[in-house]
């Protein structure tokens, strides 16, 4: 390839990834494609249950190459799965998940929606899935979704017909959008949605099938004859990328769950079975026979007719010339009677409009956050970089319609700067909507029937730019951003967000008290706005208490914090319970903490949650103190032996060496770390010789796929698991020291576990280990390699797939006593025989 053919395409690949965080800057090429897009009147909707679950390939295919108004209704965010590129889980991963399927949809040109359902980790099965999501619920979100989207045609990624063949969530998504496809236009049905929006008769209904839905390749490739089908490797031009490879880029934003990959070119078939709706004339093409010209609406052969001629004359040299014809189009379209297809015509002709003019409208606020019914100095700069002739009548906010600043003409590439200081007239705040009330095991809790389904909560603080082009008037209206650079890293862009004027934190969300002594608890104090005071209490459990009864604090500057600190005292007895922080200032309750969450790959969220821990007395022994953790994907199991006295240390891998492992009572691998860290391979062999001299090695579950965890025996990996946190436990062995020793282990430490027992466990080993749990999801065979130990040399080596890193953290008693007793092998021969002499 030529030295300028990869420069053209590192920037492509520049720009897309830049999408995350920066305003989108079109380009003639992308100008063009927008006015393509503009052209087709037609909608598709892909339908399956979590962030990845999506065909990237197929998406990308019906947004670029058919120019259809794709969306992907995603039923969950994920919130159920792992994450391998840091600690968050459960909600804080559905909030990463959910970015990393905008800044997808950013790539392959789709739109993208959700369900209130909730991931509650796999289901074997869509009954099970369907009565923990509350499927009455979960079907009307879909039809929601089939009635304000208004897809002609629907793709579902999975076959409603195969209940209790792959994740349960997989099936019960194809089920519910089979369901829903006839439901949508019932108006018997779902009534009070009816309010918002109309019925809607999608045309068909697909299924995106395979050969890896078929057990016989050969029967697939038999019936494939009659389905329709697609090369989705079409090369565009104008981008310079085939289109899987644009698949590819996008795919590869699913970064917390290890979706990165390479980019693939080349003719590729993906194949669409029809299940309900009219046949098809034309099997390559989903909209067959659907009118999605100008023509399906009335008065739009007009708005077609000067666009039409727009597109087949585009001036990639100066698109600028076409913005009295563009203009005019404006006006008619907004004009339409159809308010569906007005509102989405106006939103994708103002964005051609204002890239024809290479107009440059930004407002950054000084800082990225505000608070309710404050204000704020935000900075303006204003570009018309083309010759046509404008005027800025005036700018205004959207919190209250007040003018910020009266208008001038726009004169070419003149730039205007200037800084106003605006109300933040609201009482929003902007953090993820669907944590704003607390949620069921299988539903998040969402009042405001406009919000439901939304990707992300609406930007609260918008300004209106309103302009006369072509003695036309027109707004444009732009989000508040902060935009500020750093020298390592450049320009950076942030979201603006409103926030309360106090958050709190608690370090650890679980906090143990292994025996009576009380504890220092610090709680850090965050300021929202300048010279903030007030009080800091906390609320604990009856029996516990808790000095002094209230602390000030005095915060001079914004985003400063004050660290103060309660001595809080258990009861003798064991007891559970919260601890909640609570703030007054100024007159009001503040009892939020400010999550953070910062990542490259998407734009920093900030996530309101209860300020508030798990508080755990817990009657615990242990034996040995001096751990080696070494990190896997991602989880906080090393703060939460802190928590019970161990001293923990992190070891970096490529520090492993034979000399400097004798110094621990026990090593433990965090999950998935053969997968993740590429170092282990070269450095396994002085782990098992510390094994072998008398240490003890505990490894948490890997994924099975790739990988060898390079056992002192024979293990092999499987996808076994059991989904049910409240499956039977039996114990296979009762004289093992992992359930005498230091703390007996019964039948009551396996109760109030979360999610799951555990996942991936082995299936098949070596008569040198000893199984310890047997276990099962309902109607299947007894499982028995969550727990296993093996003697080797003088030491002992741990396998277990027990979901220890959702337990810690959710502070589940009997999994801190078992993870004790893990820690804890081999340093009580002496206790252990008394124990089963007992």
């Given at each position: 390839m030529k030295k300028n053919t990869l420069l053209v395409l590192s920037f492509l690949l520049l720009s897309i990834s830049a999408f995350t965080q920066k305003p989108l800057k079109l380009n003639s090429n992308q100008?063009?494609?927008?006015?393509?897009?503009?052209n087709f009147l037609g909608t598709a909707l892909y339908i399956a249950a979590h962030p990845d679950d999506e065909n990237t390939r197929l998406i990308a295919y019906l947004a670029n190459n058919v120019k259809a108004r794709t969306g992907y209704l995603s039923l969950t965010r994920g919130d159920g799965g792992q994450n391998l590129i840091g600690p968050e889980i459960r909600e804080l991963l559905g909030v990463i998940r959910t970015?990393?399927?905008?800044a997808a949809r950013r790539i392959d040109g789709g739109e993208q929606f959700f369900t209130r359902a909730n991931d509650f980790g796999y289901s074997k099965h869509p009954d099970e899935t369907l009565e923990i999501w509350n499927k009455t619920a979960v079907l009307s979100d879909v039809v929601w979704a089939i009635r304000t989207f208004?897809?002609?045609?629907?793709?579902?990624?999975?076959?409603h017909r195969t209940p209790g063949t792959t994740h349960g969530h997989h099936t019960a998504s194809a089920m519910l959008s089979v369901e829903a496809f006839d439901l949508a236009n019932d108006k018997t049905k779902y009534a009070n949605q009816l309010k918002y929006t109309s019925v809607w008769q999608p045309k068909r209904l697909f299924q995106n099938t395979s050969s890896w839905f078929y057990s016989d390749k050969?029967?697939?490739e038999e019936v494939a004859k009659n389905f329709t089908k697609f090369d989705i490797g079409v090369y565009y031009p104008l981008k310079g990328l085939s289109n899987n490879e644009l698949a590819s880029i996008a795919s590869s934003q699913h970064l917390c769950q290890g979706f990165g990959r390479l980019t693939t070119r080349?003719?590729?078939?993906?194949?669409?079975?029809?299940?309900k709706g009219n046949p098809l004339k034309d099997k390559t093409d989903v909209f067959s026979g659907i009118n999605t010209t100008w023509n399906r609406l009335k008065n739009g052969g007009e708005i077609g007719t000067i666009l039409y001629e727009v597109e087949n004359n585009f001036d990639f040299l100066n698109p600028s010339k076409h913005i009295p014809k563009l203009m005019n189009a404006y006006n008619l379209i907004e004009k339409l009677e159809d308010t569906h297809w007005r509102e989405i015509k106006e939103k994708q002709i103002k964005e051609i409009i204002e890239a024809c003019l290479g107009l440059y409208l930004e407002v950054s606020a000084v800082s990225s956050s505000g608070t309710q019914n404050s204000k704020i100095d935000v900075n303006f700069e204003v570009v018309n970089r083309s010759s046509v002739p404008m005027i800025l009548t005036?700018?205004?906010?959207?919190?209250?319609?007040n003018t910020i600043y009266k208008g001038f003409e726009l004169a070419q590439n003149k730039k205007r700067n200037f800084k106003e200081n605006i109300l933040l007239k609201t009482d929003e705040y902007t953090d993820p909507y669907w944590l704003r009330k607390e949620p069921s095991l299988g539903m998040y809790t969402v009042d405001s029937r406009e919000l439901i389904g939304k990707p992300a909560t609406p930007r609260v603080v918008k300004i209106d730019f309103n302009l006369v082009i072509n003695y036309l008037p027109i707004t444009i209206t732009k989000n508040v951003v902060m935009r500020y650079a750093e020298r390592d890293k450049g320009e950076i862009y942030e979201p603006f967000e409103i926030l309360p004027r106090v958050t709190t934190k608690l370090k650890n969300k679980v906090l143990i008290f292994s025996d009576s002594i009380p504890k220092e608890i610090p709680v850090e104090v965050r300021a929202g706005i300048n010279y903030v005071s007030g009080k800091v209490s906390l609320k604990v459990p009856k029996n516990w208490s808790v000095s002094p009864k209230e602390i000030v604090f005095n915060i001079e500057q914004k985003k400063d914090k004050q660290t103060i600190s309660f001595l809080v005292t258990p009861p003798k007895e064991q007891s559970e319970g919260k601890i909640e922080v609570v703030a007054t200032s100024n007159g009001k309750t503040y009892k939020k903490e400010l999550v953070e969450i910062n990542y490259n790959h998407i734009p920093k969220q900030s996530v309101l949650l209860n300020s508030e821990a798990k508080i755990v007395r817990l009657n615990i022994e242990k034996a040995g103190n001096y751990i080696g953790y070494i990190k896997g994907a991602g989880d906080v199991v090393p703060e939460n032996l802190r928590q019970i006295g161990y001293t923990v240390v992190e070891i970096n891998p490529s520090e492993i060496n034979e000399k400097n492992l004798h110094k621990y009572d026990a090593i433990v691998l965090g999950i998935r770390a053969y997968n993740v860290v590429k170092e282990l391979k070269f450095k396994q062999k002085f782990l098992l010789e510390y094994v072998e001299k008398g240490g003890n090695m505990i490894v948490q579950y890997n994924t099975n796929r790739r990988v060898d965890v390079a056992a002192p025996f024979k293990l092999e990996l499987s996808r076994d698991r059991v989904t049910d946190e409240f499956a039977e436990v039996r114990i296979l062995d009762k004289n093992s020291s992992l359930l005498n020793f230091p703390n007996i282990i019964t039948d009551e430490d396996f109760k109030g576990w979360v999610q799951e027992r555990g996942l991936y466990f082995p299936d098949s080993w070596s008569k040198?280990?000893?199984?310890?749990?047997?276990?099962?999801?309902k109607g299947e065979a007894a499982k028995n390699g969550s727990l296993l130990i093996a003697k080797y040399g003088k030491g002992n080596y741990i396998y277990t797939g027990l979901s220890f890193f959702r337990e810690l953290p959710a502070g589940v008693s009997g999994a801190?006593?078992?993870?004790?007793?893990?820690l804890s092998v081999g340093k009580g021969n002496v206790e252990l025989k008394q124990e089963i002499k007992k």
């Open positions: 100008i063009f494609e927008k006015i393509q897009k503009l970015q990393e399927l905008l208004k897809p002609d045609v629907i793709i579902n990624r999975f076959d050969a029967k697939f080349g003719a590729q078939t993906e194949y669409a079975e029809l299940l005036s700018i205004t906010s959207t919190l209250d319609k040198e280990y000893t199984p310890i749990l047997s276990m099962n999801d801190y006593k078992l993870f004790a007793n893990m």
